[in-house]
């Protein structure tokens, strides 16, 4: 494309694709605009995503990204990346594609700055912890006495519970982002993997405002997201940004990393891959070969890299390249669309949905990105300090998971509180179980009771019980009854049942985790399942809400304090 083109594609993408502000654009409508009055509102020149990313800076949950892993620990020294300063650099890299492109900077810059405020400690080992235990797959050693699937858990699913939950904004709970801001921390990173599903209804204060957004039925095997990918460019570009930012300041870290390379053997390996890439006589045929070419020359003019200086001059080069080639063939995408119908699509509330995949690597780019992205996997995730590193983050946090979970006293009161109005409220939504003691040897009504009041008290023990669920069946023939009936309408065998009261009920758990309180309504018994599967997920979700948020400094700090002597 000569100038002229480029030109005129941006001025298109700006006019046609790009995401506009709108004040109707939150889920919920805020009253005020201005704390200092209506007249000052012409003196302030913020847009909507600028509200939205001026939320999330000011927030204690990004504030923590700064002692939160990358992929090596701060520990280490002052100056491996945390996800604060990878959100920084991510931010950095929209800016400027979105700005090659026309699209909207400062909705770029709200995603990137939100895309992984939902991080627990440790990285991905945290995250993999803490998804493990919340969809059933680790019993913590015999702690859990039920293995109940809640939907798991991953940083862009539990980044719309921080700012949409946790994170208050005068005194009401979330930041009330925009659906393209919360579309994009949602999908800069996968929301489904292979046949890997998180349940979004978990994380978010009403599912039902995501329909148009990302729909799928989490229990049902079939059922996958139309739109996997964000619905605005903007988004587009923020996941692709987050890509590119990682494997650059992974090879920059793996130098501060003595036991890896030196920056001669580093430099060595990245040229190798060039010329391993240029050997496929297939590339020249490949979208973005000029460019590739351009680059490789580039490079070699740095000659032998071998100091620090010639090294940010290389790794400089590389993100210069991956920013132009995305720029360049996201481009070549919007000038080949002949039918923009099959593009944009707008929703009932007149919200603009980009319904395709426009922003991605050239052919030759996607080359050279993967083998890049291979070698960091095989050669750096997977070396001595960042597995000796995970494997202390795993340790710790199913040891903290488990304390928690054995004595909730043991979290601060502020989560205590959390916790009892959470069970209120569930319990609340089951008013017709009120009376209800036919099944269980659980009194409900300590549980209509209970309120803040109740945190201090010395004898939780009924409550802790039934949200823990430590109850035993007093007609374990009624379990049975249901049992044929239900066992009709799912693909569960007796077989699956471990033993003849823990296997069953564990199954009848799942069963009714499963259906919603319309499906089981009419049978009290089920209904009664139901109540206690919704605490146990209290329960459990309290715990992983409070974890998720720790930093790696203070998640081992809180270790020591529980498991050890001051």
């Not at 694709?17 to 709108?22: P, T, V």
């Not at 003019?301 to 996201?330: E, P």
């Not at 209800?436 to 040897?441: E, G, L, P, V």
Request: aromatic residues 10%.
């Amino acid at each position: 494309m000569d100038k002229a083109e480029i030109e005129k594609t941006r001025n298109f993408i700006k006019n046609n694709l790009a995401q506009e502000s709108r004040i109707t654009d939150r889920f919920f409508k805020e009253a005020k605009r201005n704390h200092l009055g209506d007249d000052f509102e012409n003196y302030v020149l913020r847009d909507e995503f600028s509200r939205d990313a001026d939320r999330i800076v000011y927030t204690k949950s990004f504030r923590r990204l700064e002692h939160k892993e990358q992929v090596y620990s701060n520990k280490l020294g002052d100056h491996y990346r945390t996800r604060l300063t990878h959100s920084l650099e991510v931010a950095q890299i929209s800016k400027s594609i979105c700005r090659n492109l026309g699209l909207n900077e400062n909705l770029s810059m709200s995603i990137a700055l939100g895309h992984d405020i939902g991080h627990a400690p440790f990285g991905h080992i945290g995250e993999r912890v803490l998804d493990d235990i919340m969809r059933g797959n680790d019993d913590l050693g015999g702690k859990l006495n039920f293995l109940i699937d809640y939907g798991g858990f991953k940083h862009n699913f539990n980044g719309l519970k921080i700012v949409e939950i946790v994170e208050k904004r005068n005194e009401r709970p979330g930041l009330n982002l925009t659906w393209q801001t919360l579309d994009g921390i949602l999908k800069h990173t996968d929301v489904i993997k292979k046949d890997k599903r998180w349940d979004l209804t978990r994380f978010v204060r009403d599912a039902s405002k995501y329909e148009s957004i990302m729909y799928y039925d989490y229990f049902d095997d079939e059922s996958r997201p139309e739109y996997p990918f964000s619905l605005t460019m903007e988004g587009q570009v923020a996941a692709i940004s987050d890509e590119i930012a990682q494997r650059e300041h992974d090879l920059d870290d793996s130098l501060l990393d003595g036991d890896l390379y030196r920056i001669e053997d580093l430099a060595g390996q990245i040229n190798s891959i060039i010329e391993d890439i240029k050997k496929d006589s297939s590339i020249k045929e490949c979208s973005g070969y000029d460019l590739f070419r351009a680059l490789e020359l580039e490079l070699a003019q740095l000659g032998r890299i071998d100091n620090h200086v010639k090294w940010h001059a290389m790794t400089s080069t590389i993100i210069s390249y991956f920013i132009i080639d995305v720029s360049q063939n996201s481009m070549r995408n919007v000038s080949d669309i002949f039918n923009f119908d099959e593009v944009i699509s707008v929703d009932e509330n007149n919200r603009k949905h980009i319904i395709k995949n426009l922003v991605y690597f050239s052919q030759a780019a996607e080359k050279f990105f993967t083998e890049i992205d291979e070698f960091v996997e095989n050669r750096i995730i997977n070396s001595f300090n960042v597995n000796r590193y995970d494997g202390k983050g795993k340790y710790i946090l199913r040891k903290l998971f488990k304390a928690y979970y054995e004595n909730p006293r043991q979290m601060p009161r502020k989560e205590l509180v959390n916790l009892v109005k959470n069970i209120k409220k569930t319990v609340d939504s089951f008013p017709h179980l009120k009376d209800d003691d036919k099944h269980f040897d659980v009194d409900l009504e300590e549980l209509y009771e209970i309120d803040e009041s109740n945190v201090d008290i010395r004898n939780l023990k009924n409550i802790l019980d039934c949200v823990k669920l430590n109850v035993s069946v007093n007609e374990f023939s009624g379990i049975l009854n249901f049992a044929g009936h239900i066992l009709n309408e799912t693909d569960i065998k007796y077989s699956d049942f471990k033993t003849k009261d823990e296997g069953m009920l564990n199954v009848m758990l799942n069963y009714c985790n499963q259906h919603s309180l319309d499906k089981l309504e009419g049978n009290d018994f089920l209904m009664t399942l139901k109540l206690l599967n919704e605490l146990h997920y209290v329960y459990m979700a309290a715990i992983c809400e409070y974890i998720s948020q720790m930093t790696d400094d203070f998640a081992m700090k809180e270790y020591r304090d529980l498991y050890f002597d001051h």
